[in-house]
């Protein structure tokens, strides 16, 4: 069995999908590794290190592989040069571009998505998501501090008290429970929502204030949220219009699996802030929590800067590849038997809910369902 580990491709993404570490454990197993030649540069993951936990180095790697890992999906050219039946491990962007998923489908790989990894207990050492929105979450906080012209903690001085920042985390999931933890830490008054009502309990354990309005639950029973009623959308809408008016710094993480990102701050409540605020937008490469808010620009708004950094978890390669990559390889642990061959099972929960791609077709239900 061979292992490949190509170099991202896509602009901006620092992030490998494999470390040291991984490579050792996936030698031990009886396979080969090979990476290509500075694809750990962006993560401070230097050729040596791979070489010296056993991988070779190559210029290009992928043609003769039994199984690609990726971060990103593979480029044309990689892919295009994959043998038919290699597994395709990463993340592969499934919601949107069907034509590049039928590209992936035609090219005969096994491809799949980690993104679509069940919730389930089993499944959290292999749930990409989690891990990189942890260290996303984080990278917010400490961006809006860069960028906010005032202190986070309260501090009393000799010359007069300077107030604590007011930050407010839209979205509490894995993203925004590390925003929380993290303005906490940095001495800010924290108050977070949620359409989820369960999150209320993990909000305050974490010292902040939860803000709800009246409103139908609207957890799934995967535990993401669903898209809110015309009507309770418009309560939301009244109770966070209220409450950002009086806020230094709004961290916005709401995504809706498969849909667009809902939008949660009107350019009308952005108008209504003061002067230095910030907000930083999380869903931007989805569209945006925010309508002012623009990919990977911060754009200034009335004296609101809001800031649209995508990938914010890629800002952190030293830490996020790791991350991704022990991800990966506890899923690949599924299907590696104890001689060092490969075998599938699809009435694995994780595999079946994962694989978007074999023998040249899209095979995931949410593609084949009418």
Do not use: W
Not at 286 to 304: A, F, M, T, Y
Request: net charge neutral.
């Amino acid at each position: 069995m061979k292992i490949a580990i190509p170099t991202e491709t896509q602009a901006g993404e620092s992030r490998v999908a494999a470390s040291p570490d991984t490579v050792k454990a996936f030698i031990k197993k009886g396979a080969d590794v090979a990476v290509q030649a500075g694809a750990g540069k962006g993560a401070s993951i230097p050729d040596d290190a791979f070489a010296a936990a056993g991988a070779k180095v190559e210029q290009a790697v992928g043609r003769d592989a039994d199984v690609v890992l990726t971060v990103r999906r593979p480029s044309g050219e990689l892919l295009s040069s994959l043998k038919r039946g290699a597994l395709l491990i990463g993340g592969l962007e499934p919601y949107g571009d069907k034509a590049g998923l039928d590209s992936i489908a035609a090219s005969g790989v096994t491809a799949f998505a980690m993104e679509l990894m069940p919730r389930i207990t089993r499944a959290q050492s292999m749930d990409i998501l989690s891990s990189q929105a942890n260290l996303a979450g984080y990278k917010a906080v400490i961006d809006a501090a860069f960028h906010f012209t005032r202190a986070f903690p309260m501090m009393m001085t000799a010359a007069g008290t300077v107030p604590a920042a007011k930050v407010f985390i839209m979205g509490v999931g894995v993203a925004g429970l590390q925003a929380i933890a993290t303005a906490r830490r940095l001495g800010a008054i924290v108050s977070a929502t949620d359409v989820r009502k369960a999150t209320e309990e993990q909000v305050k354990s974490l010292g902040a204030k939860f803000v709800y309005a009246d409103i139908a639950d609207a957890a799934t029973s995967g535990g993401y949220a669903k898209e809110l009623s015309a009507e309770d959308k418009a309560r939301q809408a009244a109770l966070v219009a209220n409450h950002v008016k009086t806020q230094d710094v709004i961290i916005t993480t709401a995504l809706i699996p498969g849909r667009p990102a809902p939008v949660l701050i009107t350019e009308e409540m952005v108008d209504s802030m003061k002067p230095g605020s910030i907000i930083v937008d999380l869903a931007v490469e989805r569209g945006g929590n925010c309508p002012l808010s623009k990919p990977d620009q911060i754009v200034e708004h009335k004296g609101v800067k809001i800031v649209g950094t995508v990938n914010l978890a890629g800002k952190l390669a030293g830490n996020a590849s790791p991350l991704f990559a022990k991800n990966l390889a506890n899923f690949l642990d599924l299907m590696i038997q104890k001689d060092g061959t490969l075998k599938i099972d699809e009435a694995d929960e994780c595999i079946k809910g994962t694989m978007i791609a074999r023998d040249g077709a899209l095979v995931h239900p949410m593609f084949t369902s009418k």
